[in-house]
Structures are given as structure tokens and as C-alpha cells.
């Protein structure tokens, strides 16, 4: 019951981030490193590739469809995280005292660890750490 409701959790998390990669696109190409070739179109189908992960983690029909679903929205979560250290340094950097500061991307930092293990495990990739009797199917 738990694992299904953070799935949902998840998958709503996702859907709206996803949604807003695509219609309020400039908050992410500013935190874009310089290195990343095409940023609008890195945006843009980031925002794809949540709601596709979203929509496979919360549909009903098909546990491998969910657990693709997670498998994907895991690896999203590690290919972002260089945007993330982008945004946290470029942040940190600030003289005008603007910025989120430490209290947003610390925990924000500790959180995609977790993204990717939240994923994995409402998506049935994992039970790890939580371990099942044997022969006794997880609650989906």
C-alpha cells in the first residue's frame, strides 16, 4: 500500500515537472551547464521523458511497463544531476546575496539519491532495503 501510493506520488512529481519542462522552459535553461549542446531540445525532451516515465510508473496494466518506466526515470534523475551542481554552484557564486542558498540545494542535493532509489523501488525494480518473505509477492 505505501509502495503503490509513493508510486503515484512519484509519478504526479513527475508528470507536473515534466509538463513544466515543456511549458515554462527557462527555469531549466538557466541552470543548463555550458557544456550541454542544444539546451532547448535537452529541455525539451527531458520534459518528454518525465511524463513518459510518470505515465509508465502509474499505469495499472503492466508491471513491466512500470518497471521500465522506473528503470528510466532513475536514469533521468542521475543524467540531470549535473544541472543540479550547475544550479547549486552557480548559486553559491552569487555577490547580489540572491540565490536559494544552502537550505534549498543541500537537502536538494541529498534528494537525488533518493529520486533514483524512489523510482526504482515504487516501480518494483528493487525491494532493496526492504526484504520480502519468501514467496510472497509485493504489494502493487
Not at 539519491?113 to 514467496?135: C, I, M, N, S, Y
Amino acid at each position: 500500500m505505501i509502495r503503490a501510493g509513493l508510486r503515484w506520488l512519484l509519478a504526479i512529481f513527475y508528470g507536473f515537472a515534466g509538463y513544466m519542462h515543456l511549458v515554462q522552459p527557462d527555469p531549466f535553461l538557466q541552470i543548463m551547464p555550458d557544456w550541454v549542446p542544444a539546451p532547448e531540445a535537452v529541455v525539451w525532451f527531458t520534459g518528454v521523458a518525465e511524463l513518459l516515465g510518470a505515465v509508465a510508473l502509474a499505469q495499472p496494466l503492466s508491471a513491466s511497463l512500470r518497471k521500465w518506466g522506473a528503470i528510466g526515470l532513475a536514469l533521468y534523475a542521475v543524467c540531470v544531476f549535473p544541472a543540479n551542481i550547475n544550479h547549486f554552484a552557480m548559486d553559491m557564486a552569487r555577490t547580489d546575496g540572491g540565490g536559494l542558498g544552502l537550505a534549498y540545494h543541500l537537502p536538494r542535493m541529498v534528494a537525488q539519491p533518493l529520486l533514483v532509489w524512489l523510482a526504482l523501488w515504487t516501480g518494483g525494480v528493487t525491494d532493496w532495503p526492504f526484504k520480502r518473505p519468501a514467496g510472497r509477492r509485493p504489494n502493487r
